[in-house]
């Protein structure tokens, strides 16, 4: 079973999860945010990188070496934990007396089967777990293919470099919120919900290349414009798994900034451009923001 950290799989989220950050162009993915006391290197993660994605842009290196301490969607140590991973397990199982056949339309069933089956996945791998984590899991073996590891994620790589120097790691949320948070897509009617899944995947590799060449030329206007296309039909997941952590987000990394220390902070790379996007919001708090 792979391990599962939680990312979005549908609409602008399955963006979220697949964004390269690697770039060789004058522009990067790379953002400098200064207030009066301390300074933020905010940097666009992916969750799922390439090998040829590294080594990173020196200017991402150096962000590192001159920062005091990493932060993190979440600490990663604790995500990374037995104890973690298994409560993952357990909160993504279906009741007892359910599995997926019997939860989902005999049509939305066999759509998924034939899809799984396409990538190699036997549904009774995931028979018994919610359709969120069946149809993630399925998208991940997709991306695995298509050269994608997430060993190789960004997060991953920071995470593992400070831990490595001895140097402090801040989780902006919470283990139990970040469960929380995806488990609520349970909530969904299941057969819209992996239908929805189902469409992203058939567009998953074209999205992929056009999100990596803006990417590489640092063009964050591109990068709004597809996310927000993909979240037209879906304000409410917009507002939950964007707007309302990018808030939280900005108030909790502007509190940071006043302490008088520098900070590297890795977050998802579709939180940052926008008018409701981290960059923004620390704008609106009075610092001066810059694209390296």
Known sequence: MHRIKPIAILSGLTLLLILSVQSVQAKSTLWKATSEKGTLYLQGSAHVLKADNYPL?????????????????????????PKTQQLIMNIAMLQPTDTLKSVLAPETYQQLESVAADAGLPLAAVQQFKPW????TLTIMKIKKMGLDESLGLD?????????????????????????????LSEENPNEFVRRALMELEQLENDLNRLLTAWETGDFQTLE??????????PEQYKKFITNRNKAWAKKLSAM??????????????????????????RKKGFIVEQL
């Not at 070496?65 to 979440?74: I, K, Q």
């Not at 984590?133 to 993630?136: E, G, L, N, Q």
């Not at 991953?156 to 948070?181: C, H, P, T, W």
Request: charged share 20%; proline share 2%.
């Open 257 to 282: 900034a006043g302490k008088d220390e520098t900070y590297m902070v890795v977050v998802g790379a579709g939180h940052l451009p926008g008018d409701q996007g981290v960059i923004n919001l620390l």
């Open 156 to 184: 991953r790589y920071f995470y593992e470099k400070a831990k490595a120097d001895g140097r402090k790691v801040i989780g902006l949320e919470s283990i139990d919120f970040q469960i929380s948070l995806f488990d609520s």
């Open 225 to 234: 414009t597809l996310i927000n296309k993909s979240f037209k039909a879906y």
């Open 133 to 136: 984590f069946a149809t993630m």
């Open 57 to 81: 842009a020196p200017a991402i290196e150096q962000a590192y070496s001159n920062s005091t301490a990493l932060v993190l969607e979440v600490d990663m140590g604790e995500m990374l934990s």
